[in-house]
């Protein structure tokens, strides 16, 4: 069984520049820029496509703050090739119909990039249109291999892809949990159809029995049938591959069943908002993830200026946007253009120095490498619990 590569954390490109606790000021939100579009030699627009209603409204939120603290940052070291880098956001609402309708309004609006998606299910029409303008897409949250897969110039992400977190997920299940019998659990959408398929694979690869494997309908305010017929085939270890507004409802109503086997989430779990729905029952849920801002020592900066910003610290995806607006601000400066196509060319031969890694695109347009860890939840906050140490071939204590 094959385990994604980890990689020591790095200096952020703009780490050299104080960050400072105002939001970005230039940045909109689903407005058209004042300044024009980026070939008309005013500012650089990137967009920023993601969640901005609706029950992932706090996730795309993060997301947009990621961006604009990265505009921020940039503008306040120059800007790139003189010009400042201006943020452009839209909802999609993690909708497919939505998502096509955000990327045409950006792409009206004349951006010469996109750093977003936070839905796979959006972030396919979103990607396809910004295809069909010639505009690149480095997604930071969006992980469905087929995102990438489709010959695109213009795919790119910051993130690690669904095949590469499901043998991770099984690797711990059994060779950390030792489980033998292994329930997985979705809600039906592509981010975790793909993430419980790819984990499905991999458990049986490793020898494990996966007792169910089904879908709830998400939105619902009540999961005991669900949650009891996961009883009933008498797993060790229930893996859920949706999102965290039902995970978190499944946490609760699990612990009210007396349910007793081990609950572990995917990355859509890892959102605070995920502690507030379960409350105490959250304690001791483990999730894999990319590692969290707060886990990583070159992201120390960009945690702190978050905090001064929002009030709050940064969620799962917001330091992988930062990242995806610094790769694409290096890409212009590279090419020595703000033309789209010249982006996409030399976004294919970056090597980036960010706040969650070193890392670079190969030919699909997936980063490399990529690190997941294992966290839990402890005390009503998510802590770093377990990493993979491939120089002696087990899991280890990241606490």
């Given at each position: 069984m094959k385990i994604v590569g980890s990689r020591a954390p790095a200096t952020a490109i703009f780490a050299a520049v104080a960050l400072t606790a105002a939001a970005c000021s230039s940045a909109s939100s689903g407005s058209a820029a004042s300044s024009g579009s980026s070939a008309s030699g005013g500012s650089i627009l990137i967009g920023v496509p993601v969640p901005l209603s609706g029950e992932?409204?706090?996730?795309?939120?993060?997301?947009?703050?990621?961006?604009?603290?990265?505009?921020?940052?940039?503008?306040?070291?120059?800007?790139?090739?003189?010009?400042?880098?201006?943020?452009?956001?839209?909802?999609?609402?993690c909708?497919?119909?939505?998502?096509?309708?955000a990327a045409q309004k950006l792409v009206s609006q004349g951006i010469a990039a996109a750093a977003g998606g936070y839905c796979s299910t959006a972030a396919f029409p979103e990607l396809e249109a910004f295809h069909r303008a010639g505009i690149p897409?480095?997604?930071?949250?969006?992980?469905?291999?087929?995102?990438?897969e489709q010959g695109f110039a213009q795919a790119f992400r910051t993130i690690g892809r669904d095949d590469e977190q499901g043998p991770v997920a099984a690797s711990?299940?059994?060779?950390?949990?030792?489980?033998?019998?292994?329930?997985?659990?979705?809600?039906?959408?592509?981010?975790?159809?793909?993430?419980?398929?790819?984990?499905?694979?991999?458990?049986?690869?490793?020898?494990?029995?996966?007792?169910?494997?089904?879908?709830?309908?998400?939105?619902?305010?009540?999961?005991?049938?669900?949650?009891?017929?996961?009883?009933?085939?008498?797993?060790?270890?229930?893996?859920?591959?949706?999102?965290?507004?039902e995970f978190g409802l499944?946490?609760?109503?699990?612990?009210?069943?007396g349910l007793t086997f081990t609950m572990m989430g995917g990355d859509a779990n890892n959102d605070p908002t995920l502690i507030k729905t379960a409350g105490s029952a959250a304690n001791g849920a483990m999730m894999t993830t990319a590692p969290l801002a707060q886990f990583l020592s070159s992201a120390k900066s960009y945690v702190s200026a978050y905090q001064a910003a929002y009030g709050?610290?940064?969620?799962?995806?917001?330091?992988?946007?930062?990242?995806?607006?610094?790769?694409?601000?290096?890409?212009?400066?590279?090419?020595?253009?703000?033309?789209?196509?010249?982006?996409?060319?030399?976004?294919?031969?970056?090597?980036y120095n960010g706040i969650t890694g070193d890392f670079h695109f190969d030919t699909n347009g997936d980063r490399k490498p990529v690190n997941y860890i294992i966290i839990t939840v402890k005390n009503g906050s998510f802590v770093a619990y377990k990493k993979f140490d491939y120089s002696t071939n087990q899991w280890v204590s990241l606490s």
């Open positions: 992932y409204a706090s996730a795309g939120t993060d997301i947009l703050h990621g961006a604009q603290l990265a505009a921020k940052n940039i503008n306040a070291s120059g800007g790139v090739l003189g010009r400042k880098i201006q943020i452009v956001g839209q909802d999609d609402a909708l497919a119909s939505t998502g096509s309708e897409y480095v997604m930071d949250a969006s992980t469905n291999p087929q995102l990438t711990f299940i059994t060779s950390f949990l030792h489980a033998k019998r292994v329930a997985v659990g979705n809600d039906n959408s592509t981010y975790a159809k793909g993430l419980a398929n790819a984990t499905v694979s991999a458990l049986q690869k490793d020898g494990a029995q996966v007792v169910f494997n089904n879908a709830l309908t998400p939105g619902q305010s009540d999961y005991t049938s669900f949650l009891t017929k996961i009883g009933q085939s008498k797993p060790q270890v229930f893996y859920y591959t949706g999102y965290y507004p499944l946490l609760k109503e699990a612990k009210q069943l709050t610290g940064p969620g799962p995806y917001s330091s992988y946007e930062y990242d995806a607006v610094g790769v694409v601000a290096q890409a212009i400066k590279d090419a020595r253009s703000a033309k789209p196509g010249s982006i996409a060319q030399a976004l294919r031969s970056i090597s």
